[in-house]
Nanobody
């Protein structure tokens, strides 16, 4: 089993920045590609972005392209989501999850964190 814990969420003003962390325990995170997803009230879960095992490949959803950046530090057993130029529509609960390879299909991710709330306000 692998346990994932997200942190770093909070209340941010429009245009601000926030960095989320996803830290794994139970197994080294280097064994997995990691995806970030988000879910706003009344909406379906949305793929934010993902990063390959080595960190050599990253992919982003259209809504965050150019604003969000994913990185990983396998030595620290962590993956990060840097969010910049935040918009009101970025408000959601953000989750990290593990997969055999980076992809956007959430059903292919095996382990999920508990989520962290990001609220963007004016």
């Amino acid at each position: 089993q692998v346990q994932l814990v997200e942190s770093g969420g909070g209340l941010v003003q429009v245009g601000g920045s926030l960095r989320l962390s996803c830290v794994a325990s139970g197994r080294t995170i280097s064994n997995y590609a990691v995806g970030w997803f988000r879910q706003a009230p009344g909406k379906e879960r949305e793929f934010v972005g993902g990063i390959s095992r080595s960190g050599g490949n990253t992919y982003y959803g259209d809504s965050v392209q150019g604003r969000f950046w994913i990185s990983r530090d396998n030595a620290e057993n962590a993956v990060f989501l840097q969010m910049n130029r935040l918009k009101l529509e970025d408000t959601a609960v953000y989750y990290c999850a593990t997969s055999a390879y980076v992809q956007k299909f959430e059903n292919q991710y095996s382990y999920w964190g508990q989520g962290t709330q990001v609220t963007v306000s004016s």
